[in-house]
C-alpha cells in the first residue's frame, strides 16, 4: 500500500508541487519567525552580558534605561571613592564611567546619523573587563581614543557618516556649546554582539568629563571588577560600605536582569508580533492544504473505489491519504525551514531599515526552530488531509464500476446552523468587549473577530453565493457564453469555491480591520493636534530627545515671534515608579489653555499641577504634598496646587521649570512652542525659524500640519512593516488560488476538449478560466473587507479613548478591491493557458 501511495505521488508531479506551495510558504514564515527572534534574543544577550561589569555603582533607586543622566555634580563620583573601591580586598581594579545623554552624531554632509530608532550612546573608553572576563568593547580598526579631541565610532555609523580614520567627525552636545568636532582614530563594537543599530560615540576619560561633567574630575558610575573566588553579591556588599549615600552597589547579573526586563518587553512585542503573523501564514495554508486534498480525493473516486473493490479496507484507503500528506507535508517542510533561513535575513534588513541592526552570525537555524517547524507544517497538513482521507475510505467499491465518479455533496444545512450560531456567539463577546468586560476590552473584539473570520470562512459557501450570483450575471453580461459558463464554474461546486477564496479572505479582513485602526489613528491624531496644540509653530527633535538651550535663544531673536515657550520633560520617581515630570515656564499658559478641575494651573515656586487620573490614582488633593526623586538621589518636595484634564501637550506632573535645575538638573529644552506677533507673515517667520534651527539637524520647526504629518509618519512606518508581512499571507492565498484553478482544469479535462470541440477558441477559454479566477478572488474580497470593516470599528470603539476619531479608509479598500481582481487575473495565467494547450481528441478521450 506504501508503495502505491508513493507511486501516486510521484505520478502526479504537477499536483505534488502545487499542493506543497502553501506548506512551503507557510512553514518558511514560521521558521524564518523563529530564526529571526531567536537572532534578536542573542544579538541583545551579547551586548548585555558582553558590556556589563561584575558590579555596577549607579544612582540609588534608578535602575538600567529608567531614566538619562542628568550631569550634576550632586550625582557624580569623585576619584577618592573610586580610589576607596579599589583598596578593598574584593575588588580587583574599579573604572570611573562616563554616560553621556543626548550626544549626536552628523554624517560628513551634515545629516543626522541615527537617532530615529535605536539609540545614540557616547561613553568613555577604559578596558574593563566585562563578568564573563572578557573584554566589553572590542576594536576594529585604528587605536582608542586618547586626547581630549579623538573619537572612536562604531562600524556602521563610521559607514553611515561617511568617515574614515582621520576624518574630522561632527558631533552635536546636548548642552553648552553646541557644535563639536573630534578626529575619528578608530572604529569598534560592543564584544558579543554588534550594536544592534545603536551608534557609539567613545571617547577619553577627560574628553567625556569635559562634554558632560563640566571638565570636573568625577564620573557617574563605577564598573567593578571582582578579586579572584570573590562573589558578585560579596563584592556589592562590600562596595556598599564606601560609597555615597546617594548610590549603591548592583550585582552584574541584577543590572543584567534589568537590562533583559527593559529591552524583553520591547522584544517581546516584535516576537508575539512576528508570530502573530507567522499563525496567520500557517492558517491560510491550512486552509488551502484542506481545500486541495479534498478536490484530490474527489478527482480520485475512481481509484480509491477500484483500491476498495480489489480488497483494500476502509482504513487502508484513509491510511493511505494520510501518509501521502505525510510525505508531502516533511518534503515541503524541509523546502520551507530551507527558505525560512533566507527569509529571516529579509526580516533583518528590514528591521536594519528602521534602526533594529540584528547581527548577522545570530540568524542561524537552530534545534528548537527545525523542530517546531516541522511539527506545524506536518501536524496542520495531516489535520487538514484528515476530514478528506475519512470520505476517501468511504468511497464505495461499486463507484468503480460507474461511468463517472460519484460527486452527492452533502446539504449545507448543518454548516449554516452551527455557523450562524457561531457568529452570534462572536457578536455577543464582541458586544461585551465595548460595553466593558472584565480585563482589556480589545481582547474580547479580538476573540470575537478570530471566531467571525474562522466561522465566515467555514460557510463562505453559503453567504458568499450572492456575490457568485452577481458575478455570473456581470459576466455574461460583460463577456456573453464565456462568462456565464465562468459564474456557472464557480457556482458548480461552493465548497471548493469557498474555500478557496477563505484564505484570501483571511488576508483581506486583517489589512482592511488594519487599515480601520490606521486611518481612526491618523485622523485622532490630526483631531488631536487641532485641539490640543495651539502654538503656531512647534519645536522639537526629531529624535525626541532634550536639546541644547541655545536653540529656544536663537529663536527669540527671530522677527514675528510673539511668544516663546519653553518645555522640559524629564523621568522622577514617586511612589516607587518612573513618572513623567514636565518643567513649563511661565510662557505656557500664553500658549496653551488647560482645562482646571480644581485650582490653578498658576504654578509658582515649589507648586505642581497634576493630571485627574494621576491625582485619582494616587488619592492627591489640592495642597497635598509631591517628592519628586531624581537620578543621584537629588529630590524636589513640591506641593499641588492644581488638577487639570489630562492632555498631550504636557506631562501627568507639571511643575516651574527652574525647579528642575534648583534639583539639580541640567537645564535643556525637550520642547518649544511659539506664537506668531499680530500681522507676521507665518511663511516668512517659518523660514527665518527655519534658518535660525539649521545648525542643530536634530532640531525641526512644525507647524500644525507638520507635526500630524511627522507622528503619521511614524504609524505609517509601522503600517507598512504589517502590510508588508500581511502581503505573505495573500500571496499564499493566490497559490491557493492557482493551485484549485489547476486542479480544476484538471478535472475537468474532457469538459474542456468538448468545449474545444464545440467551437469555444484558446482565447474565449482563457478568459472562462480567468474570469472564473476573478469570481473567486471577488468573493474573498468582499468576505474580507466587509469582515474587517466590522472587526475594525468594533475594535475601534473599545479603544476610543486612545483613538478618539473614526475614520474609514475607502480609497484603501477599493485599492484592495482593485488588488484582488489582479490577483484572480494572475492567478489564472497558468491553468488558464495550461487548458488552452490541451489537445482536444486526447482531452475527449480522457476518463
Known amino acids: 500500500m506504501f508503495k502505491l501511495t508513493l507511486r501516486n505521488l510521484l505520478a502526479r508531479k504537477v499536483r505534488l508541487v502545487m499542493s506543497g506551495l502553501s506548506i512551503v510558504l507557510g512553514v518558511a514564515f514560521l521558521s524564518g519567525v523563529l530564526v529571526f527572534s531567536n537572532g534578536l534574543s ?14 555596577v555603582v549607579r544612582a540609588k533607586d534608578f535602575a538600567e534605561f529608567d531614566a538619562g543622566y542628568s550631569g550634576t555634580p550632586e550625582n557624580v563620583v569623585t576619584p577618592k571613592v573610586i580610589a576607596d573601591l579599589e583598596a578593598l580586598p574584593e575588588v580587583d581594579r574599579a573604572d570611573g564611567d562616563i554616560a553621556g545623554f543626548g550626544m549626536n552624531l552628523l554624517a560628513s554632509d551634515g545629516t543626522l546619523v541615527g537617532g530615529t530608532g535605536a539609540p545614540t550612546l557616547a561613553f568613555n573608553y577604559h578596558d574593563g573587563p566585562n563578568m564573563e572576563g572578557g573584554s566589553i568593547l572590542e576594536l576594529d580598526t585604528g587605536h582608542w581614543p586618547e586626547g581630549t579631541d579623538e573619537v572612536v565610532l562604531d562600524t556602521a555609523a563610521a559607514e553611515n557618516g561617511d568617515y574614515e580614520l582621520g576624518d574630522e567627525v561632527q558631533l552635536l552636545a546636548p548642552y553648552g556649546e553646541i557644535e563639536q568636532t ?7 563594537e560592543f564584544n558579543g554582539g ?10 577619553s576619560t577627560e574628553a567625556a568629563q569635559k562634554l558632560f561633567l563640566n571638565g570636573n574630575d568625577v564620573y557617574n558610575r563605577v564598573s567593578l571588577t571582582a578579586a579572584d573566588g570573590v562573589s558578585q553579591k560579596e563584592l556589592a556588599d562590600a562596595a556598599e560600605e564606601v560609597i555615597p549615600d546617594d548610590f549603591e552597589a548592583a550585582t552584574g ?3 543584567a536582569d534589568e537590562s533583559q526586563a527593559a529591552i524583553g518587553e520591547f522584544l517581546g512585542i516584535i516576537n508575539i508580533f512576528l508570530i502573530v503573523f507567522a499563525g496567520i501564514a500557517v492558517l491560510v495554508g491550512g486552509f488551502i492544504i484542506l481545500n486541495t486534498f479534498t478536490i484530490l480525493v474527489a478527482q480520485r473516486s475512481r481509484e480509491l473505489a477500484l483500491m476498495r473493490a480489489l480488497g483494500a479496507a476502509r482504513e487502508q484507503v484513509t ?13 515541503a517542510s524541509t523546502l520551507g525551514i530551507g527558505l525560512g533561513w533566507v527569509l529571516a535575513r529579509g526580516l ?8 533594529l541592526d540584528i547581527a548577522g552570525n545570530a540568524l542561524d537555524l537552530t534545534a528548537t526552530a527545525v523542530i517546531v517547524s516541522y511539527a506545524v507544517g506536518v501536524v496542520v497538513t495531516m489535520v487538514a488531509a484528515y476530514v478528506p482521507s475519512r470520505r476517501a475510505g468511504r468511497v464505495a467499491p461499486v463507484a468503480a464500476m460507474r461511468a463517472e465518479a460519484p460527486h452527492a455533496p452533502a446539504p449545507l444545512g448543518r454548516r449554516a446552523t452551527i455557523g450562524g450560531a457561531l457568529l452570534v456567539v462572536g457578536a455577543a463577546l464582541a458586544a461585551w468587549g465595548v460595553v466593558g468586560a472584565p480585563g482589556p476590552d480589545a481582547l474580547w473584539v479580538g476573540i470575537a473577530g478570530v471566531i467571525w473570520i474562522l466561522t465566515v470562512a467555514v460557510i463562505s459557501p453559503i453567504i458568499g453565493k450572492p456575490v457568485l450570483l452577481a458575478c455570473r450575471a456581470l459576466f455574461g453580461r460583460l463577456f456573453g457564453t464565456s462568462g456565464r459558463l465562468a459564474g456557472e464554474n464557480a457556482l458548480r461546486d461552493p465548497r471548493r469555491t469557498g474555500a478557496t477564496a477563505s484564505a484570501l479572505m483571511i488576508g483581506l479582513a486583517l489589512v482592511s480591520t488594519i487599515g480601520v485602526l490606521a486611518a481612526s489613528m491618523n485622523k485622532s491624531i490630526d483631531d488631536l493636534v487641532d485641539d490640543e496644540f495651539t502654538a503656531d509653530y512647534l519645536v522639537q527633535s526629531v529624535a525626541y530627545m532634550p536639546f541644547s538651550t541655545t536653540v529656544g535663544d536663537a529663536l527669540e531673536d527671530v522677527d514675528g515671534v510673539s511668544v516663546l515657550s519653553r518645555q522640559q520633560w524629564v523621568g522622577a520617581k514617586y511612589d516607587g515608579k518612573t513618572e513623567s515630570v514636565a518643567g513649563n515656564d511661565d510662557q505656557f499658559d500664553d500658549v496653551y489653555d488647560l482645562d482646571v478641575v480644581e ?6 515656586g515649589a507648586e505642581a499641577v497634576v493630571f485627574d487620573d494621576f491625582a485619582e490614582e494616587h488619592d492627591l488633593g489640592l495642597g497635598d504634598p509631591l517628592e519628586l526623586s531624581f537620578p543621584g538621589g537629588t529630590k524636589l518636595e513640591v506641593d499641588v496646587v492644581g488638577i487639570v484634564e489630562s492632555s498631550e501637550v504636557t506631562a501627568p506632573i507639571n511643575v516651574p521649570i527652574d525647579q528642575l535645575a534648583e534639583a539639580g538638573l541640567t537645564r535643556q529644552d525637550s520642547s518649544i512652542s511659539i506664537l506668531l506677533a499680530d500681522g507676521a507673515n507665518p511663511e516668512a517667520v517659518k523660514d527665518d525659524l527655519d534658518e535660525a534651527a539649521s545648525d542643530v539637524p536634530i532640531v525641526a520647526v512644525y507647524d500644525k500640519e507638520g507635526f500630524s504629518d511627522s507622528i503619521r509618519d511614524q504609524v505609517n512606518q509601522l503600517l507598512y512593516i504589517i502590510y508588508g508581512l500581511l502581503a505573505l499571507a495573500i500571496v499564499i492565498a493566490v497559490f491557493g488560488i492557482v493551485n484549485t484553478l489547476g486542479l480544476s482544469v484538471i478535472e475537468r479535462t474532457r469538459e474542456v476538449g468538448l468545449l474545444r470541440a464545440i467551437g469555444m477558441s484558446r482565447r474565449r477559454l482563457r478568459r472562462m478560466i480567468t474570469l472564473e479566477s476573478v469570481a473567486i478572488a471577488l468573493l474573498g474580497a468582499v468576505l474580507g473587507l466587509g469582515l474587517g470593516l466590522v472587526i475594525g470599528v468594533t475594535l475601534r470603539e473599545t479603544l476610543k479613548s486612545e483613538l478618539s476619531s473614526l475614520a474609514l479608509p475607502i480609497t484603501q479598500l477599493v485599492v484592495f478591491l482593485v488588488i484582488a481582481v489582479v490577483v484572480g487575473v494572475l492567478a489564472a495565467v497558468i491553468p488558464s493557458i495550461r487548458a488552452s494547450r490541451m489537445n482536444v481528441l486526447e482531452a475527449i478521450a480522457e476518463e
Open 599 to 604: 485650582g490653578t494651573t498658576d504654578a509658582q
Open 253 to 255: 547579573d541584577k543590572v
Open 182 to 188: 573630534a578626529t575619528l582614530v578608530g572604529t569598534a
Open 42 to 55: 542573542s544579538t541583545f544577550d551579547g551586548i548585555i552580558y558582553g558590556s556589563t561589569p561584575d558590579g
Open 319 to 331: 491510511r493511505s491519504v494520510l501518509f501521502e500528506a505525510l510525505v508531502l507535508s516533511f518534503l
Open 194 to 203: 554588534g550594536t544592534a543599530g545603536a551608534t557609539l560615540l567613545i571617547f
Open 348 to 355: 533583518a534588513a528590514l528591521f536594519r531599515a528602521i534602526g
